[in-house]
């Protein structure tokens, strides 16, 4: 073939032309199987087609951009119309409160100092001076999000947000999406920016029932929004992401790091945006806002049960609706729900004259300073339905607005031992010379005794109360006398991440928690909440409880369903009815045998249970249960002017030198006081051969030669509740009868103390060991 012939090929179809063939040659058959032409495809898919029909999707999209631009007006605001009071009822439909005096003053924007508004413009959209009232990457991104159900949108515009608050719901609907970016180019059209502006910071929700910056301004730092400083309004513009995980008097140790990063977010952006000098930015200082005033209708206990209520039904809205913690606020408070609560009328009076006849009539702040410190907090849950029956918060929520039933700043102490157990028994998992770890398994109780991981110590040996040495020693025993080195042995002996997954099971928030060997002594943050939640999981034979005190929320017809609280089986039912079996053994032969066992209205009650205390005395615990109630009883002490966390030791002026509060005390004399009074006799149904429950504990043998001079006298009398049913037979006592080789140090006539670690917030260093708790 020619070279005329090859170029004439390259022009048809990109290849060189095939010989001609041969007359003698025979037909050729390769590839006659049935292509369909290349040139039908060609036809079918021209790029004047493919372009054609992509044009024809954008008229048809400007085309219906147009339609909805002419049908959507901009309506009337809403705003005010939509806030209306809460009602909160008892379970039994009792009126509980009534909430709803809302607390808004709109300011112009005059009134409001330049750079306090440039703070919101540099936290929510720096481009609101020049853009046209709507982003369209964000718009795109939460339509994507609404349509394939990934939850809340990122990125509206100062207007859009207005136009949501003032004109519109939070609903996440497509429909509601698209209203908010026609009405937001329209505003944008009607308004300037400073009347946009101005309705955005009079509309928000600031937390507190405060809307709007004047009301926010008064409610965070008790001055006007004229007055308010560059620092001050960067904080109210943080505020606004999420106005109650952001309120510094409520904020977890976790909530205080965003919305302080969130704060420089602000400022840096408005030096970023010439707004702020670099030098005077460097020279600013958080500025720690003032501590809230309650709102009418919250008095004592009230304000406590419709916080946590609020929280939880939102956390309900976030859930069901993909909406953000901001709107979820703001689609509850002030906004007209009728909200029953799970809260048992006759148990929440109990549960407060318990802690007033136990506790606060015996503190005197004009006698004794450290009375002004106590801080009590205690929940109270049924483990067979999850429902919160009481709650109690602090002495006002008027006076102390912070909740101390579900503050988590405090270490739980040695009422996590129980979760080590558990974790050990749930995991077969055996000690360090390969035997199986159960209620009768002996450990060294030596007090300090360095822990060891195949043969190598690691570095933590921990003290036990008063430096007790208890040498060979059972884990019921150990339980019972809450020895800190066995069970620093025990986490490291199951391992350190299966003992905190386990916890994270049981109802614990491990969020960011390491899994460091101090961690057995309770060092991680906990709230009474949390531990009546870990407790009734156990009480319930390992199916998961998660404490609910929202029976109902309706609005207007609007029903939200509100999750089951009791959930599947997390841990086996033989581990956790083990450890249940054990915890009986620290009520009747331990460190609540004398506030507890011993008390005159238990009337035969079974009951488990295990006491807290921390190092330097910084909080004591009593978390216990019988089979149809479970209650943790927490005591904190928090220096009533600066909120640091402070000893305990003398409060009362009622306990003999040193006057240290444990666990055992106060604590567990609430803990009686209300269980006693509106529980019945009932029985454990344990399927268990183990523990003090089945099998009771043998009597403590005291060394004849003390290092010490005793003060607490030990003693070997038998159980005084009755054995439960059980589902196997009964095991075996120990053979081994341990010995201590120190006595306590305490007089016979004080409260039993009880272990347990330090309870301030988290340890900068969770490797370093405490003095001992109990």
Known sequence: MGRADERR??????HRA????????????????????????????????????????????????????????????????????????????????????????SVDLADVPKDVQHTFVAAENKTFYTDSGVDLKGLARGLFNTVSGRGTQGGSTITQQYVKNYYLTAD??????????????????????????????????????????????????????????????????????????YDWAVASPVGKKLVRERWDYVLNNMVKQHWLDPAERQAMKFPVPKDPKGTPGTEGQKGYLVALANQQLEQQLMRQEGISRKDAEQQVVDRGWTITLNIDRKKQAALEQAVKDQLTSKLDPKKRKVDANVQAGAVSVDPKTGKIVALYGGQDYLKHFFNNATRRDYQPASTFKPVILAAALEQNATTQDGKPINANTVYDGTSGRQVVDHGTKVGFGPPNEDDQNYGPITVQQAMNQSVNSVFAQMGIDVGMGKVMETAGKLGM???????????????MGAS???????????????????????????????????????????????AADTVTSVLTGVVDDGTARRTVARNELRDGQQVAGKTGTSDEDKSAWF???????????????????????????????????????????????????????????????????????????????????????????????????????????TSKAPSHTPTRTRTPTQPPTQTPTSSGTPTVGVTESPLEPGQGQQ
């Open 9 to 14: 090929a390259r022009q048809r179809g990109g």
């Open 528 to 574: 009474p909440l949390e531990m009546a939640g870990i407790y009734a999981t156990l009480d319930n034979h390992g199916q998961k409880v998660t404490p609910a005190i929202v029976k109902t929320a309706q609005q207007k017809g609007r029903s939200v369903e509100m999750p089951d609280p009791v959930g599947g089986n997390v841990i086996s039912r033989t």
């Open 18 to 105: 095939a010989p001609k063939r041969r007359r003698s040659d025979p037909p050729s058959t390769a590839g006659t199987a049935a292509k369909p032409p290349k040139g039908r495809i060609r036809r079918l898919f021209t790029w004047k087609k493919i372009l054609g029909t992509f044009f024809g999707f954008c008229l048809l999209g400007i085309g219906g951009f147009v339609a909805l631009y002419l049908y959507v007006d901009v309506p009337a605001g809403n705003a005010l119309a939509k806030q209306e009071s809460n009602v909160y009822k008892y379970s039994d439909g009792t009126l509980l409160a009534r909430v709803g005096e809302t607390n808004r003053e």
């Open 509 to 523: 928030d491990t969020t960011g928690m390491q899994a460091v060997p101090a961690q057995t002594l309770g060092s």
């Open 623 to 729: 978390t216990g249960y019988t089979p149809d109630l479970v209650t943790s009883v927490g005591l904190f002490g928090e220096d009533q002017k600066t909120k640091a966390h402070v000893s305990l030791t003398g409060a009362t002026g009622q306990i003999p030198p040193p006057g240290r509060v444990n666990g055992g005390g106060y604590p567990a004399q609430i803990w009686a006081a209300y269980t006693f009074g509106v529980t019945h006799e009932a029985r454990f149904d344990l399927d268990t051969t183990q523990g003090a429950a089945v099998a009771p504990t043998p009597s403590v043998t005291w060394s004849d030669a003390p290092s010490e001079t005793p003060s607490q006298t030990p003693t070997s009398e038998p159980p005084t509740s009755k054995a439960p049913t059980s589902k196997a037979p």
């Open 172 to 245: 996440q609907t497509a429909t509601r999406k698209l209203k908010e970016m026609v009405i937001a180019l329209k505003v944008d059209q009607r308004m300037t920016k400073d009347e946009i502006l101005a309705g955005y910071i009079n509309t928000s929700y600031y937390g507190r029932n405060a809307y709007g910056i004047q009301a926010a301004a008064q409610a965070y730092y008790r001055v006007d929004a004229r007055k308010l400083s560059v620092e001050q309004g960067a904080y109210l513009a943080a505020l606004l992401q999420a106005p109650s995980q």
